[in-house]
């Protein structure tokens, strides 16, 4: 059986005794019985403050949808936002309400997915601040073993890719805090309540443990595992399928011809996938409203599945195929494109740039980061 750092917490009452206790936690915060961890910290310890992610503690909120303090209605506790307009960090008044702070989340693994993030402005705050940094950590969904994609350059950090991670990194949070509080020489006062029963080649169909989405647009396991590839398509002018029943597992546009595309994509034989044609419409986000083409990603094999191989490839295809293909230009005036704060690199928008070659760079970037790791596993 495999148990969440949570479902162990009470083993360590004295991290915790006399001190108030701050929490930054989501609805994925659950014990195997599906118990709340806000309830567990609540029942047992000294709950001061929350601290709230991207999509608030209770997930209320929409992708990139800012979160305002609060009283948390249930627990008459204050909410804290760490999603605010003008900064992302715990501040000074925060950290006055607290001696030491929880993380609980479910992380899914991949480098653009904010949540990590959370968790290392956190703990890089908690020790400036000399407060103790405590993670309930939780698989890795993906499997530990699993290393793919570059490493973010100097000058492309953001909040989608702030630290020299590969796009699928391998590592629980845990072990994440455990070697940014190294490498980046932080010295922060770190605690890790680990797993138990995990293994590094488990992903979570191995678990037992129930898929709890994390948030709107990752509503099931193999969403987070096609994720790794398809979120690139957020940086262009294709639909990631947001606004579908299958967000990141259908990719289209108005402009694409779906059985072309479907056919091109089965006959280049990736391993773990089989690509339909489907024509759909999006409620939200990109191309509301509109009849696109596009395909349908079918995960056949997950050990044998290289998501960002996928993406790459599908994206690269795409681009080839049909000149409307774009990618976005940046968000505000001064910043990056969107594409390259996800590649971590202006590398997707070289010209003529294809898939194989770009993997195979991607391959010895990756392969030197799963070396430097294994020093932080806390599993086998």
């Given amino acids: 059986m495999v148990l969440s750092g949570v479902d162990s917490i009470t083993k360590y009452r004295e991290w915790f005794a006399g001190k108030r206790v701050g929490l930054i936690t989501a609805p994925t915060g659950l014990a195997r019985n599906f118990e709340p961890t806000i309830s567990i910290v609540r029942e047992h310890f000294n709950l001061t403050a929350m601290f709230a992610p991207e999509h608030g503690i209770r997930g209320e909120l929409d992708a990139g949808a800012l979160v305002e303090s609060y009283i948390d209605p249930v627990t008459k506790v204050p909410v804290y936002s760490l999603y605010r307009k003008d900064s992302k960090r715990l501040t000074k008044q925060m950290l006055d309400q607290v001696d030491i702070v929880i993380y609980d989340i479910q992380d899914i693994g991949v480098r653009y997915y904010t949540f990590i993030y959370t968790m290392l402005y956190a703990l890089e705050d908690c020790a400036a601040a000399g407060v103790e940094f405590v993670v309930l950590d939780r698989v890795n969904p993906l499997n530990g073993i699993g290393i793919e994609g570059n490493l973010v350059k100097p000058g492309f950090k953001s909040f989608v890719g702030n630290y020299e991670f590969p796009v699928r990194y391998g590592l ?209």
């Fill in 172 to 380: 629980t949070a845990g072990e994440v805090a455990m070697m940014a509080n190294d490498q980046m020489k932080w010295g922060a006062e770190l605690h890790v309540v680990p797993l138990e029963g995990w293994q590094r080649t488990m992903s979570l169909p191995d678990t037992g443990l129930t898929w709890v989405h994390p948030s709107m647009g990752i509503p099931r396991y193999e969403t987070a595992l096609l994720y790794v590839g398809t979120c690139l398509f957020e940086g262009t002018n294709c639909s990631e399928g947001r606004g579908t029943t299958f967000p990141f597992e259908m990719i289209g546009a108005p402009f694409i011809q779906a059985e072309a595309l479907a056919k091109e994509m089965n006959a280049r034989g990736l391993p773990g996938v089989r690509f339909r044609p489907v024509h759909f419409k999006p409620t939200a986000s990109k191309h509301q409203g509109k009849l696109c083409g596009g395909v349908q990603i079918y995960i056949t094999d997950i050990h044998a599945l290289k998501p960002l191989e996928v993406g790459v490839h599908l994206l690269f295809a795409i681009r080839d195929r049909f000149e409307e293909f774009c990618f976005l230009p940046p968000m505000k005036e001064g910043s990056r494109p969107f594409i390259d704060l996800l590649g971590g690199d202006s590398v997707y928008r070289t010209e003529n740039i294809q898939a194989k070659p770009l993997l195979e760079q991607f391959a010895e970037e990756s392969g030197q980061f799963a070396r430097t790791k294994q020093a932080y596993h806390l599993y086998r």
